[in-house]
Protein backbone atom coordinates (compact mmCIF):
# COMPACT_ATOMS: atom_id res chain seq x y z
CA UNK A 1 0.00 0.00 0.00
CA UNK A 2 1.66 3.60 -1.20
CA UNK A 3 0.91 5.80 1.47
CA UNK A 4 0.30 9.79 0.91
CA UNK A 5 0.40 12.44 3.81
CA UNK A 6 -2.29 14.84 3.71
CA UNK A 7 -1.84 18.00 5.45
CA UNK A 8 -4.90 18.10 6.99
CA UNK A 9 -5.97 14.02 7.53
CA UNK A 10 -2.10 12.90 8.08
CA UNK A 11 -0.76 9.67 6.41
CA UNK A 12 -3.70 7.57 4.48
CA UNK A 13 -3.78 4.95 1.60
CA UNK A 14 -2.85 6.75 -1.43
CA UNK A 15 -5.92 5.37 -3.26
CA UNK A 16 -8.42 8.20 -1.23
CA UNK A 17 -6.47 10.79 -2.92
CA UNK A 18 -7.09 11.97 -6.57
CA UNK A 19 -4.28 13.63 -8.78
CA UNK A 20 -5.23 17.56 -10.00
CA UNK A 21 -2.39 18.19 -12.59
CA UNK A 22 0.76 19.87 -11.85
CA UNK A 23 0.84 23.32 -10.34
CA UNK A 24 1.02 26.17 -13.12
CA UNK A 25 1.42 29.91 -13.40
CA UNK A 26 -1.63 31.21 -15.12
CA UNK A 27 -0.39 33.89 -17.68
CA UNK A 28 -3.31 36.87 -17.77
CA UNK A 29 -5.76 36.03 -19.61
CA UNK A 30 -6.51 39.40 -20.68
CA UNK A 31 -3.40 39.77 -22.82
CA UNK A 32 -2.01 36.38 -23.41
CA UNK A 33 -0.91 35.35 -26.95
CA UNK A 34 -2.84 32.27 -28.24
CA UNK A 35 0.46 30.62 -28.70
CA UNK A 36 1.34 31.15 -24.87
CA UNK A 37 -2.14 30.18 -23.74
CA UNK A 38 -2.22 26.55 -25.56
CA UNK A 39 1.00 26.13 -24.23
CA UNK A 40 -0.53 26.66 -20.53
CA UNK A 41 -3.37 24.69 -21.34
CA UNK A 42 -1.61 21.86 -23.00
CA UNK A 43 1.92 21.93 -21.79
CA UNK A 44 3.20 20.53 -18.90
CA UNK A 45 6.90 20.36 -17.09
CA UNK A 46 7.67 16.64 -18.37
CA UNK A 47 11.43 15.51 -17.66
CA UNK A 48 12.66 13.64 -15.32
CA UNK A 49 12.54 15.07 -12.21
CA UNK A 50 10.06 16.08 -8.87
CA UNK A 51 7.44 18.01 -9.95
CA UNK A 52 5.28 20.03 -8.38
CA UNK A 53 1.24 18.76 -8.31
CA UNK A 54 -2.32 19.19 -7.55
CA UNK A 55 -4.06 16.59 -5.02
CA UNK A 56 -6.79 16.61 -3.13
CA UNK A 57 -7.70 13.77 -0.42
CA UNK A 58 -11.30 12.91 -1.79
CA UNK A 59 -13.14 12.02 0.86
CA UNK A 60 -13.10 15.23 2.94
CA UNK A 61 -12.38 17.18 -0.63
CA UNK A 62 -9.03 18.96 0.57
CA UNK A 63 -6.86 20.32 -1.99
CA UNK A 64 -3.17 20.67 -1.57
CA UNK A 65 0.18 21.01 -3.05
CA UNK A 66 2.77 17.75 -3.28
CA UNK A 67 6.25 17.44 -4.64
CA UNK A 68 6.72 14.45 -5.84
CA UNK A 69 9.51 12.46 -8.43
CA UNK A 70 7.71 11.53 -11.14
CA UNK A 71 10.47 8.65 -12.10
CA UNK A 72 10.79 6.83 -8.75
CA UNK A 73 7.33 7.85 -7.47
CA UNK A 74 8.91 9.54 -3.84
CA UNK A 75 6.47 11.94 -2.23
CA UNK A 76 8.83 14.46 -1.07
CA UNK A 77 6.67 16.81 0.59
CA UNK A 78 3.17 17.51 0.82
CA UNK A 79 1.63 21.01 2.15
CA UNK A 80 -0.95 23.15 2.01
CA UNK A 81 -1.84 25.44 -0.91
CA UNK A 82 -1.59 28.47 1.15
CA UNK A 83 2.33 27.94 1.18
CA UNK A 84 2.32 29.27 -2.39
CA UNK A 85 -0.94 31.26 -2.75
CA UNK A 86 -0.23 33.84 -0.33
CA UNK A 87 -3.36 36.24 -1.81
CA UNK A 88 -6.56 35.85 -3.54
CA UNK A 89 -6.33 34.74 -6.92
CA UNK A 90 -8.77 36.98 -8.73
CA UNK A 91 -9.86 35.69 -12.03
CA UNK A 92 -11.34 38.89 -13.78
CA UNK A 93 -13.68 38.25 -16.67
CA UNK A 94 -12.90 39.16 -20.23
CA UNK A 95 -14.08 41.84 -21.71
CA UNK A 96 -15.90 40.39 -24.70
CA UNK A 97 -17.31 37.55 -22.72
CA UNK A 98 -21.10 38.61 -21.89
CA UNK B 1 6.85 -34.39 -41.53
CA UNK B 2 8.39 -36.74 -39.21
CA UNK B 3 11.46 -37.22 -41.21
CA UNK B 4 12.35 -33.61 -41.75
CA UNK B 5 12.01 -33.53 -37.49
CA UNK B 6 14.46 -36.32 -37.34
CA UNK B 7 17.06 -34.59 -39.76
CA UNK B 8 16.05 -31.28 -37.88
CA UNK B 9 16.83 -33.18 -35.08
CA UNK B 10 19.80 -34.92 -35.70
CA UNK B 11 21.39 -31.73 -37.60
CA UNK B 12 25.08 -30.42 -36.04
CA UNK B 13 23.98 -26.79 -36.77
CA UNK B 14 20.77 -25.33 -36.33
CA UNK B 15 19.62 -24.27 -39.57
CA UNK B 16 18.54 -20.06 -38.41
CA UNK B 17 21.90 -20.13 -38.32
CA UNK B 18 22.74 -20.78 -42.24
CA UNK B 19 19.51 -17.96 -42.79
CA UNK B 20 19.22 -16.11 -39.99
CA UNK B 21 15.75 -13.49 -39.91
CA UNK B 22 17.96 -10.92 -38.76
CA UNK B 23 21.66 -9.63 -39.86
CA UNK B 24 24.68 -10.12 -37.29
CA UNK B 25 25.45 -6.93 -35.83
CA UNK B 26 27.89 -4.47 -37.90
CA UNK B 27 29.62 -1.29 -37.11
CA UNK B 28 27.89 1.77 -37.11
CA UNK B 29 28.41 4.04 -40.22
CA UNK B 30 29.28 7.81 -40.09
CA UNK B 31 26.64 8.72 -41.87
CA UNK B 32 23.07 7.72 -42.68
CA UNK B 33 20.20 9.15 -45.24
CA UNK B 34 18.02 8.44 -42.83
CA UNK B 35 18.48 7.74 -38.34
CA UNK B 36 14.84 6.37 -37.00
CA UNK B 37 15.68 6.50 -32.98
CA UNK B 38 13.23 3.53 -31.77
CA UNK B 39 13.48 -0.12 -32.90
CA UNK B 40 9.70 -0.75 -32.12
CA UNK B 41 7.34 -1.67 -34.43
CA UNK B 42 6.61 1.84 -35.39
CA UNK B 43 10.63 2.56 -36.15
CA UNK B 44 11.29 -0.88 -38.08
CA UNK B 45 7.93 -0.23 -40.14
CA UNK B 46 9.14 3.08 -41.31
CA UNK B 47 12.61 1.77 -42.45
CA UNK B 48 10.53 -1.61 -43.82
CA UNK B 49 7.94 0.76 -45.82
CA UNK B 50 10.96 3.51 -46.86
CA UNK B 51 13.28 0.81 -48.14
CA UNK B 52 10.21 -1.35 -50.29
CA UNK B 53 8.48 1.41 -51.67
CA UNK B 54 11.09 4.56 -52.03
CA UNK B 55 13.76 2.43 -52.62
CA UNK B 56 15.64 4.30 -49.50
CA UNK B 57 17.88 1.97 -47.85
CA UNK B 58 21.15 4.47 -46.30
CA UNK B 59 18.88 3.66 -42.76
CA UNK B 60 19.65 3.36 -39.52
CA UNK B 61 17.12 2.04 -36.62
CA UNK B 62 18.70 2.57 -33.57
CA UNK B 63 17.61 0.82 -30.52
CA UNK B 64 18.57 1.28 -26.93
CA UNK B 65 17.26 -2.36 -26.02
CA UNK B 66 17.01 -4.83 -28.27
CA UNK B 67 14.05 -5.46 -30.99
CA UNK B 68 10.43 -4.70 -30.07
CA UNK B 69 11.65 -4.95 -26.47
CA UNK B 70 9.90 -1.55 -25.25
CA UNK B 71 5.93 -0.68 -25.50
CA UNK B 72 6.02 -2.88 -28.88
CA UNK B 73 6.21 -5.80 -26.04
CA UNK B 74 4.38 -4.55 -23.91
CA UNK B 75 0.84 -3.72 -25.52
CA UNK B 76 -1.86 -6.10 -25.98
CA UNK B 77 -1.99 -6.83 -29.03
CA UNK B 78 -5.42 -5.25 -29.96
CA UNK B 79 -6.06 -4.24 -33.40
CA UNK B 80 -9.51 -2.28 -34.34
CA UNK B 81 -10.75 0.75 -36.17
CA UNK B 82 -14.02 1.60 -34.51
CA UNK B 83 -12.73 4.87 -33.13
CA UNK B 84 -14.73 7.87 -33.37
CA UNK B 85 -13.59 10.57 -35.22
CA UNK B 86 -13.45 10.57 -39.41
CA UNK B 87 -10.00 11.46 -38.95
CA UNK B 88 -8.83 8.51 -36.13
CA UNK B 89 -11.62 6.30 -38.31
CA UNK B 90 -10.06 7.02 -41.68
CA UNK B 91 -6.71 6.57 -40.15
CA UNK B 92 -7.15 3.47 -38.39
CA UNK B 93 -8.87 1.81 -40.98
CA UNK B 94 -6.16 1.81 -43.27
CA UNK B 95 -4.11 0.09 -40.79
CA UNK B 96 -6.31 -2.59 -40.20
CA UNK B 97 -6.41 -3.45 -43.94
CA UNK B 98 -2.39 -3.57 -44.19
CA UNK B 99 -2.13 -5.86 -41.14
CA UNK B 100 -5.16 -8.13 -42.91
CA UNK B 101 -2.22 -9.02 -45.31
CA UNK B 102 1.07 -8.58 -43.81
CA UNK B 103 1.94 -12.13 -43.28
CA UNK B 104 1.72 -12.82 -46.78
CA UNK B 105 3.56 -9.65 -47.52
CA UNK B 106 6.27 -11.32 -45.10
CA UNK B 107 6.32 -14.36 -46.14
CA UNK B 108 6.82 -14.97 -42.35
CA UNK B 109 3.83 -15.51 -40.01
CA UNK B 110 2.46 -12.66 -37.42
CA UNK B 111 -0.57 -14.78 -36.47
CA UNK B 112 -2.92 -12.65 -37.16
CA UNK B 113 -6.35 -13.62 -36.22
CA UNK B 114 -9.60 -11.61 -36.64
CA UNK B 115 -11.75 -12.01 -34.01
CA UNK B 116 -14.34 -8.95 -34.00
CA UNK B 117 -14.09 -6.78 -30.83
CA UNK B 118 -17.31 -6.21 -28.57
CA UNK B 119 -17.89 -2.86 -26.69
CA UNK B 120 -20.19 -3.45 -23.57
CA UNK B 121 -22.18 -0.24 -22.74
CA UNK B 122 -23.60 -0.03 -19.45
CA UNK B 123 -25.55 3.25 -19.21
CA UNK B 124 -27.46 5.35 -22.01
CA UNK B 125 -25.19 7.88 -22.52
CA UNK B 126 -22.61 5.15 -23.52
CA UNK B 127 -25.29 3.76 -25.91
CA UNK B 128 -25.80 7.05 -27.41
CA UNK B 129 -22.08 7.59 -27.98
CA UNK B 130 -21.59 3.83 -29.37
CA UNK B 131 -24.56 4.38 -31.82
CA UNK B 132 -22.18 7.54 -32.95
CA UNK B 133 -19.42 5.38 -33.41
CA UNK B 134 -21.07 2.69 -35.55
CA UNK B 135 -22.22 4.87 -37.72
CA UNK B 136 -19.14 6.98 -38.62
CA UNK B 137 -17.08 3.68 -39.02
CA UNK B 138 -19.43 2.20 -41.18
CA UNK B 139 -19.44 5.50 -43.04
CA UNK B 140 -15.95 4.94 -43.34
CA UNK B 141 -16.09 1.46 -44.31
CA UNK B 142 -15.91 -0.72 -41.21
CA UNK B 143 -17.82 -2.93 -40.17
CA UNK B 144 -19.26 -2.33 -37.16
CA UNK B 145 -23.20 -2.21 -35.60
CA UNK B 146 -24.80 -1.81 -32.01
CA UNK B 147 -26.41 -5.17 -30.63
CA UNK B 148 -28.41 -5.84 -27.99
CA UNK B 149 -28.03 -8.47 -24.57
CA UNK B 150 -29.37 -11.12 -26.70
CA UNK B 151 -27.01 -11.13 -29.25
CA UNK B 152 -24.10 -10.80 -26.98
CA UNK B 153 -25.15 -13.66 -25.00
CA UNK B 154 -25.28 -15.78 -28.53
CA UNK B 155 -22.45 -14.30 -28.96
CA UNK B 156 -20.24 -14.53 -25.62
CA UNK B 157 -22.18 -17.28 -24.11
CA UNK B 158 -19.71 -17.29 -20.81
CA UNK B 159 -20.25 -13.30 -20.17
CA UNK B 160 -22.21 -11.84 -17.09
CA UNK B 161 -24.41 -9.74 -18.40
CA UNK B 162 -24.46 -7.96 -14.99
CA UNK B 163 -20.95 -7.19 -14.20
CA UNK B 164 -20.65 -5.13 -10.84
CA UNK B 165 -24.62 -4.68 -11.14
CA UNK B 166 -23.74 -2.61 -14.21
CA UNK B 167 -26.25 -4.72 -16.46
CA UNK B 168 -25.25 -4.50 -20.03
CA UNK B 169 -26.99 -2.33 -22.45
CA UNK B 170 -25.97 -2.81 -25.41
CA UNK B 171 -22.93 -3.58 -27.25
CA UNK B 172 -20.52 -2.18 -30.01
CA UNK B 173 -19.75 -5.00 -31.80
CA UNK B 174 -16.79 -4.55 -34.39
CA UNK B 175 -16.38 -7.43 -36.64
CA UNK B 176 -13.01 -6.12 -38.15
CA UNK B 177 -11.21 -6.54 -34.77
CA UNK B 178 -8.56 -8.84 -34.46
CA UNK B 179 -4.98 -9.86 -32.93
CA UNK B 180 -1.99 -10.58 -33.91
CA UNK B 181 1.25 -11.57 -32.27
CA UNK B 182 3.30 -8.14 -31.73
CA UNK B 183 6.83 -9.82 -31.20
CA UNK B 184 6.30 -11.47 -34.95
CA UNK B 185 5.57 -7.93 -36.00
CA UNK B 186 8.42 -6.18 -35.23
CA UNK B 187 10.73 -9.00 -36.63
CA UNK B 188 8.70 -9.33 -39.84
CA UNK B 189 9.16 -6.15 -40.23
CA UNK B 190 12.89 -5.91 -39.07
CA UNK B 191 13.45 -9.17 -41.21
CA UNK B 192 11.72 -7.07 -44.62
CA UNK B 193 13.92 -4.02 -44.13
CA UNK B 194 17.05 -5.63 -43.08
CA UNK B 195 16.84 -8.07 -45.97
CA UNK B 196 16.73 -4.90 -48.17
CA UNK B 197 19.97 -3.07 -46.79
CA UNK B 198 18.57 -1.27 -43.87
CA UNK B 199 20.68 -1.10 -40.80
CA UNK B 200 19.21 -2.68 -37.25
CA UNK B 201 21.43 -1.23 -34.43
CA UNK B 202 20.04 -3.29 -31.46
CA UNK B 203 22.01 -1.95 -27.93
CA UNK B 204 22.26 1.72 -29.61
CA UNK B 205 21.13 4.65 -27.25
CA UNK B 206 20.58 7.84 -28.71
CA UNK B 207 22.29 10.47 -25.55
CA UNK B 208 21.92 13.61 -27.62
CA UNK B 209 20.88 15.14 -30.77
CA UNK B 210 22.55 17.74 -32.71
CA UNK B 211 21.11 20.50 -33.72
CA UNK B 212 22.07 23.72 -35.81
CA UNK B 213 20.33 26.71 -37.42
CA UNK B 214 16.89 24.97 -36.87
CA UNK B 215 18.16 21.86 -38.29
CA UNK B 216 19.41 18.17 -36.96
CA UNK B 217 22.59 17.31 -38.11
CA UNK B 218 23.10 14.09 -36.56
CA UNK B 219 23.23 12.53 -32.76
CA UNK B 220 25.29 11.13 -30.40
CA UNK B 221 24.98 7.77 -29.49
CA UNK B 222 26.66 5.31 -26.78
CA UNK B 223 28.85 4.06 -29.51
CA UNK B 224 29.52 6.75 -30.95
CA UNK B 225 28.55 9.98 -33.35
CA UNK B 226 26.28 9.97 -36.69
CA UNK B 227 25.47 11.85 -39.13
CA UNK B 228 21.96 11.65 -40.39
CA UNK B 229 20.14 13.70 -43.38
CA UNK B 230 16.63 13.23 -41.53
CA UNK B 231 16.43 11.59 -38.41
CA UNK B 232 12.50 10.07 -37.25
CA UNK B 233 11.81 9.62 -33.21
CA UNK B 234 9.45 6.52 -32.70
CA UNK B 235 10.01 6.12 -29.18
CA UNK B 236 6.83 5.35 -27.32
CA UNK B 237 7.18 6.17 -23.28
CA UNK B 238 10.22 8.57 -23.68
CA UNK B 239 8.79 11.00 -26.67
CA UNK B 240 8.87 13.70 -24.70
CA UNK B 241 12.17 13.33 -23.23
CA UNK B 242 13.94 12.89 -26.51
CA UNK B 243 12.22 15.69 -28.25
CA UNK B 244 13.62 17.92 -25.08
CA UNK B 245 17.16 16.29 -26.26
CA UNK B 246 16.17 17.92 -29.91
CA UNK B 247 15.28 21.00 -28.08
CA UNK B 248 11.56 21.62 -27.99
CA UNK B 249 8.75 20.54 -25.87
CA UNK B 250 5.98 17.84 -26.53
CA UNK B 251 2.36 18.23 -24.89
CA UNK B 252 2.74 14.32 -23.56
CA UNK B 253 2.03 13.24 -20.15
CA UNK B 254 3.50 9.93 -19.78
CA UNK B 255 1.34 7.41 -17.61
CA UNK B 256 1.91 3.60 -17.15
CA UNK B 257 -0.76 0.88 -18.01
CA UNK B 258 -0.38 -2.15 -16.23
CA UNK B 259 -1.81 -5.57 -18.17
CA UNK B 260 -1.53 -9.39 -16.99
CA UNK B 261 -1.85 -12.72 -18.71
CA UNK B 262 -3.18 -15.79 -17.42
CA UNK B 263 -1.78 -19.63 -17.61
CA UNK B 264 -2.99 -20.74 -20.63
CA UNK B 265 -6.34 -22.76 -21.28
CA UNK B 266 -8.66 -24.52 -24.07
CA UNK B 267 -9.91 -22.04 -27.01
CA UNK B 268 -13.48 -20.95 -25.73
CA UNK B 269 -13.34 -16.81 -26.13
CA UNK B 270 -13.22 -15.73 -29.87
CA UNK B 271 -13.94 -12.34 -29.63
CA UNK B 272 -12.41 -9.80 -27.89
CA UNK B 273 -14.23 -8.04 -25.36
CA UNK B 274 -14.46 -4.81 -23.74
CA UNK B 275 -16.09 -3.18 -20.80
CA UNK B 276 -16.71 1.07 -21.00
CA UNK B 277 -17.77 1.11 -17.69
CA UNK B 278 -15.39 -1.12 -15.65
CA UNK B 279 -12.16 -0.04 -17.68
CA UNK B 280 -11.26 -3.60 -18.17
CA UNK B 281 -10.84 -5.73 -21.82
CA UNK B 282 -9.91 -9.28 -22.43
CA UNK B 283 -8.79 -11.63 -25.02
CA UNK B 284 -7.78 -15.25 -25.64
CA UNK B 285 -4.54 -15.34 -27.35
CA UNK B 286 -3.87 -18.29 -30.17
CA UNK B 287 -2.15 -19.62 -27.78
CA UNK B 288 -4.48 -19.91 -25.06
CA UNK B 289 -3.50 -17.45 -22.63
CA UNK B 290 -6.18 -14.81 -21.32
CA UNK B 291 -4.58 -11.38 -21.81
CA UNK B 292 -6.30 -8.66 -18.91
CA UNK B 293 -5.94 -4.85 -19.69
CA UNK B 294 -7.24 -1.88 -18.23
CA UNK B 295 -7.03 1.91 -18.19
CA UNK B 296 -3.89 4.04 -17.07
CA UNK B 297 -2.93 4.69 -13.86
CA UNK B 298 -4.46 7.56 -12.07
CA UNK B 299 -1.51 9.63 -11.75
CA UNK B 300 1.44 10.48 -14.27
CA UNK B 301 4.80 8.02 -13.99
CA UNK B 302 8.01 7.43 -16.30
CA UNK B 303 8.48 3.67 -14.56
CA UNK B 304 6.91 0.38 -15.49
CA UNK B 305 6.34 -0.06 -11.82
CA UNK B 306 3.45 -2.32 -10.84
CA UNK B 307 1.17 -1.65 -8.04
CA UNK B 308 -1.49 -3.79 -6.21
CA UNK B 309 -3.94 -1.99 -5.86
CA UNK B 310 -4.44 -1.37 -9.95
CA UNK B 311 -4.10 -4.96 -10.49
CA UNK B 312 -6.90 -5.95 -7.61
CA UNK B 313 -8.90 -3.49 -9.77
CA UNK B 314 -8.25 -4.78 -12.97
CA UNK B 315 -8.72 -8.55 -11.67
CA UNK B 316 -11.85 -7.64 -9.71
CA UNK B 317 -13.30 -6.33 -12.72
CA UNK B 318 -12.36 -9.17 -14.80
CA UNK B 319 -13.59 -11.34 -12.34
CA UNK B 320 -17.00 -9.72 -12.51
CA UNK B 321 -16.84 -9.84 -16.42
CA UNK B 322 -15.94 -13.73 -16.85
CA UNK B 323 -17.01 -15.26 -12.99
CA UNK B 324 -14.50 -18.55 -13.70
CA UNK B 325 -11.28 -16.82 -14.20
CA UNK B 326 -11.72 -16.53 -10.29
CA UNK B 327 -10.56 -20.13 -11.17
CA UNK B 328 -7.67 -19.69 -13.36
CA UNK B 329 -3.72 -18.41 -12.22
CA UNK B 330 -1.75 -15.41 -13.48
CA UNK B 331 1.45 -16.41 -15.63
CA UNK B 332 2.92 -12.73 -15.11
CA UNK B 333 2.24 -8.75 -15.33
CA UNK B 334 3.48 -5.84 -16.09
CA UNK B 335 3.46 -2.55 -17.53
CA UNK B 336 4.43 -0.06 -20.01
CA UNK B 337 4.71 3.57 -20.25
CA UNK B 338 1.86 5.26 -22.45
CA UNK B 339 2.31 8.78 -23.87
CA UNK B 340 -0.63 10.35 -23.27
CA UNK B 341 -1.85 13.37 -25.38
CA UNK B 342 -5.11 15.50 -24.09
CA UNK B 343 -7.02 14.46 -26.75
CA UNK B 344 -6.00 10.83 -27.11
CA UNK B 345 -4.51 11.23 -30.88
CA UNK B 346 -1.13 10.79 -31.60
CA UNK B 347 1.22 13.62 -32.98
CA UNK B 348 2.69 12.53 -35.68
CA UNK B 349 4.70 14.50 -38.97
CA UNK B 350 6.92 17.68 -39.05
CA UNK B 351 8.97 19.27 -35.94
CA UNK B 352 9.70 22.75 -35.00
CA UNK B 353 13.11 21.11 -36.45
CA UNK B 354 13.34 20.99 -40.61
CA UNK B 355 14.74 17.73 -41.04
CA UNK B 356 13.35 15.93 -37.67
CA UNK B 357 10.14 14.22 -37.50
CA UNK B 358 7.83 13.17 -34.76
CA UNK B 359 6.59 9.51 -34.19
CA UNK B 360 4.81 10.23 -31.02
CA UNK B 361 1.73 10.08 -28.15
CA UNK B 362 0.95 6.80 -28.79
CA UNK B 363 -0.51 6.16 -25.66
CA UNK B 364 -3.11 3.19 -25.57
CA UNK B 365 -3.61 3.01 -29.54
CA UNK B 366 0.34 2.24 -31.07
CA UNK B 367 0.22 -1.02 -32.11
CA UNK B 368 -3.08 -1.41 -34.20
CA UNK B 369 -1.38 1.75 -35.79
CA UNK B 370 2.18 0.14 -36.59
CA UNK B 371 1.84 -0.23 -40.46
CA UNK B 372 -0.16 2.75 -41.38
CA UNK B 373 2.18 4.84 -39.41
CA UNK B 374 4.89 2.95 -40.91
CA UNK B 375 4.01 3.75 -44.38
CA UNK B 376 2.59 7.44 -43.70
CA UNK B 377 6.07 8.28 -42.24
CA UNK B 378 7.98 6.63 -45.01
CA UNK B 379 6.25 8.79 -47.35
CA UNK B 380 6.59 11.69 -45.49
CA UNK B 381 10.78 11.31 -45.51
CA UNK B 382 10.34 10.41 -48.97
CA UNK B 383 8.68 13.46 -50.15
CA UNK B 384 11.19 15.36 -48.55
CA UNK B 385 8.34 16.37 -45.98
CA UNK B 386 5.67 16.68 -47.08
CA UNK B 387 2.89 15.51 -44.88
CA UNK B 388 0.53 12.75 -45.93
CA UNK B 389 -3.03 13.97 -45.92
CA UNK B 390 -3.89 10.82 -43.48
CA UNK B 391 -1.55 12.17 -40.85
CA UNK B 392 -2.15 15.20 -41.62
CA UNK B 393 -4.59 16.27 -38.53
CA UNK B 394 -2.07 14.74 -36.18
CA UNK B 395 -0.11 17.20 -36.69
CA UNK B 396 2.27 18.77 -33.62
CA UNK B 397 1.11 22.16 -34.07
CA UNK B 398 -2.54 21.44 -33.35
CA UNK B 399 -1.93 22.46 -29.85
CA UNK B 400 -1.04 26.02 -30.73
CA UNK B 401 -4.15 26.14 -33.02
CA UNK B 402 -6.66 24.60 -31.00
CA UNK B 403 -7.64 21.90 -33.30
CA UNK B 404 -7.80 18.87 -31.72
CA UNK B 405 -9.21 15.41 -32.84
CA UNK B 406 -10.77 14.63 -29.52
CA UNK B 407 -10.73 10.86 -30.13
CA UNK B 408 -12.81 9.37 -27.55
CA UNK B 409 -12.79 6.56 -28.94
CA UNK B 410 -9.56 5.66 -27.16
CA UNK B 411 -9.38 2.46 -24.30
CA UNK B 412 -8.16 5.29 -22.27
CA UNK B 413 -11.03 7.53 -22.42
CA UNK B 414 -13.39 7.80 -20.32
CA UNK B 415 -16.91 7.19 -22.63
Same mark, same amino acid.
Given at each position: ?????????????????????????????????????????????????????????????????????????????????????????????????? | ??????? +????? =?????????????? =??? !??? *????????????????????????????????? /?????????????????????????????????????????????????????????? *??????? !?????????? @?? !????????? &???????????????????????? *????????????? /?????????????????????????? !??? @??????? @?????????????? $???????????????? +???????????????? %?????????? +????? $???????????? %?????? $????????????????????????????????? &????????? %? &????????? +? /?????? @?????????????????????????????????????????????????????
Amino acid at each position: MKIMTCPLNGPRNISEFVYGGQVKAMPNSQNVSDADWAHYVFYEKNDVGVVLEWWMHSPSSYWFIAERHNATDEIIRTYPADELFKQRVDFVPDEGAS | MPLGLLK +YGLSQ =DFPFEKDPDLPLPT =DLK !RQY *DVVIIGGGGHGVATAYYLAKYHGITNVAVLEKG /YLGGGNTARNTAVIRSNYLTPEGVKFYSESVKLYENLSNEFNFNIMYSRRGQLTLAHT *DATVCAF !RQRAEVNKHF @GG !RTELIDPTD &IAQLVPTLNLNPANLPVLAGLWHK *DGATARHDAVAWG /YARGATQRGVELHQLTEVTDVLVSNG !RVT @GVKTTRG @GIDAGVVIQAVAGH $SALLAQKAGFPLPIVA +YPLQAMVTLPVKPFLT %PLVSSSALHC +YIQQT $SRGEMVIGGGSD %PYPLYN $SRASLPLKENLISSAVEMFPFLSEMRLLRQWAG &ITDMTSDYS %P &IMGLSPLEN +Y /YIDAGW @GTWGFKATPICGKTMAELVATGGKVPELIQPFELARFDRFKQVNEMGATAASH
